[in-house]
T-cell receptor, first 111, second 114 residues
Framework: EDKVVQSPLSLVVHEGDTVTLNCSYE??????LLWYKQEKKAPTFLFML??SGIEKKSGRLSSILDKKELFSILNITATQTGDSAVYLC???????????WGAGTKLIIKP | EAQVTQNPRYLITVTGKKLTVTCSQN?????MSWYRQDPGLGLRQIYY???????DKGDVPEGYKVSRKEKRNFPLILESPSPNQTSLYFC?????????????FGNGTRLTVT
């Protein structure tokens, strides 16, 4: 069965720390991997990754995909309290264009 | 402003009383989808639609109905709600007939069925 596993489930760090969130998958033939940030309401898009080894970057956030080892990481440097959220990872399947979602990582940044 | 609008934001109802959650998008997107989100389970797809009059079941369609009579609207219907349908519901849309790119989400509907 196709599966997406995010780790850790939750994480508490202090402002200024760097965090690495992991998204592992047991999926073959996917089209892209997406990261979303969910604060109190709707998920908002962060990154879409299609090729292995190419880092996507946006300010203090970056993400990379490793298709050989079957995972992606989301890095946040110099964390701020506004980074507190649930971070979701999803894979877009090649066969039926459906999304398979991980359960998310809840990140709490303490001032 | 480009957006996906869901209504209502909060809904408390009783078992068996039919309800509809509306979803409307103003971006001319072909693809629309409904998800439910429960603690520890992430987002699970209920139904999706690749275009007008084309709908299909997602992972958890039991107890739900949808319709897509026009491109902008994709209502979710619970004919006879039960307590296990208490959840946070999201509507989402994407250009193209499939979620090739990022989804645009509505702000969610928190449903409680007693």
């Amino acid at each position: 069965e196709d599966k997406v596993v995010q780790s850790p489930l939750s994480l508490v760090v202090h402002e200024g720390d760097t965090v690495t969130l992991n998204c592992s998958y047991e999926v073959t033939n996917f089209r892209s991997l997406l990261w979303y940030k969910q604060e109190k309401k709707a998920p908002t898009f962060l990154f879409m990754l299609t090729s292995s080894g190419i880092e996507k970057k946006s300010g203090r956030l970056s993400s990379i995909l490793d298709k050989k080892e079957l995972f992606s990481i989301l890095n946040i440097t110099a964390t701020q309290t506004g980074d507190s959220a649930v971070y979701l990872c999803a894979l877009l399947m090649d066969s039926n264009y459906q999304l398979i979602w991980g359960a998310g990582t809840k990140l709490i940044i303490k001032p | 402003e480009a957006q996906v609008t869901q209504n209502p934001r909060y809904l408390i109802t009783v078992t068996g009383k039919k309800l509809t959650v509306t979803c409307s998008q103003n971006m001319n997107h072909e693809y629309m989808s409904w998800y439910r989100q429960d603690p520890g389970l992430g987002l699970r797809q209920i139904y999706y639609s690749m275009n007008v009059e084309v709908t299909d079941k997602g992972d958890v369609p039991e107890g739900y109905k949808v319709s897509r009579k026009e491109k902008r609207n994709f209502p979710l219907i619970l004919e006879s709600p039960s307590p296990n349908q208490t959840s946070l519901y999201f509507c989402a849309s994407s250009p193209g007939g499939a979620p090739y790119g990022p989804l645009h989400f509505g702000n969610g509907t928190r449903l409680t069925v007693t």
